[in-house]
């Protein structure tokens, strides 16, 4: 009956459920306890133990989750369904990181593990959760791409292919799903306040050899960013812009294929648009 109970609003209205994964900081913690607080059934994933702890400290039902294990997406999976009855409304695929480098550094090794994690991992978990929303006849697959799956940068060649990948991938599947009640939306934020720059140090310093390439100089000033976190612009926004996007493709009768989040996001897309490939691609080394 805990099950039942925990399924039910005060009102004996039955909550709204959803997946968020990569719940332990930034973009994907400030979400799940948003949507908590907003009356949805938040099934949140962290990998460390410490940060599952937070979020079952706020009331949200905590799952570890690393996308690189196929055996931990299906545990996920088959753990949320049993407590939510066999019913799951939404999936926001939000867990990612980043690794930084030029792709001439890059080690193949490296870039297949970033697709594991970015790309592979969202998809696993995105098949296993279709059949349920089909059942029902209705769900919400909502993916936190990057203004980066849209337009390039310049040593974030891993990160943006694997963003480049989600939106094909994804955007094939939203034209698959019409008609079956299921609507996919992408979510693609510019610069927002988060620990992903800061956690790309570590694959920066593990993956590539930075003081042995002809990028070396150019790299001493993105270790300078990567060790302060990155952008330290006062006009970053917090995560809540992305959730914005998020409620809208949650909640709307027409929810939209593309959220631009971000001031300079848009931006980049409406430069993509008018200005040609050359000019474009100048622009955006320099902001390198």
């Avoid at 594991?116 to 909502?142: C, K, S, Y």
């Avoid at 960013?225 to 006062?234: D, K, N, Y």
Wanted: aromatic share 6%.
């Amino acid at each position: 009956m805990a099950t039942l109970r925990q399924t039910m609003n005060s009102a004996g209205e039955e909550l709204r459920t959803i997946i968020v994964t990569g719940a332990s900081s930034g973009i994907g913690a400030y979400c799940a306890r948003a949507l908590k607080a907003d009356g949805w059934r938040v099934f949140a994933t962290a990998r460390k133990p410490d940060d599952i702890a937070a979020l079952e400290a706020d009331g949200i039902e905590a799952f570890y989750l690393d996308y690189r294990e196929a055996e931990s997406i299906e545990a996920l999976v088959a753990s949320v369904l049993e407590r939510a009855g066999g019913r799951l409304d939404a999936l926001f695929n939000n867990g990612a990181y980043g690794q930084p480098g030029a792709v001439e550094d890059l080690p193949v090794a490296a870039l297949r593990e970033q697709f594991e994690a970015n790309v592979f991992g969202w998809h696993d978990l995105t098949r296993r959760v279709i059949p349920v929303m089909r059942r029902q006849g209705h769900g919400r697959l909502v993916h936190c791409s990057s203004i980066l799956g849209l337009t390039p940068l310049r040593f974030r060649g891993a990160y943006a292919a694997s963003k480049h990948a989600i939106e094909g991938l994804m955007l094939c599947m939203h034209q698959e799903l019409q008609g079956s009640g299921i609507h996919v939306s992408l979510i693609e934020p510019g610069p927002v306040k988060s620990k992903i720059a800061s956690n790309g140090l570590v694959w920066f310093l593990k993956n590539i050899d930075h003081e042995n390439s002809v990028h070396r100089l150019a790299y001493a000033a993105q270790l300078e960013r990567l060790r302060a976190g990155g952008s330290t612009s006062r006009l970053k926004p917090g995560p809540e812009v992305v959730y914005a996007a998020l409620r809208h493709a949650l909640l709307s009768r027409r929810p939209r294929p593309h959220y631009v989040v971000t001031v300079p996001a848009r931006i980049g897309v409406v430069l993509k648009r008018i200005l040609p490939a050359s000019m474009l691609y100048r622009l955006l080394a320099k902001r390198a």
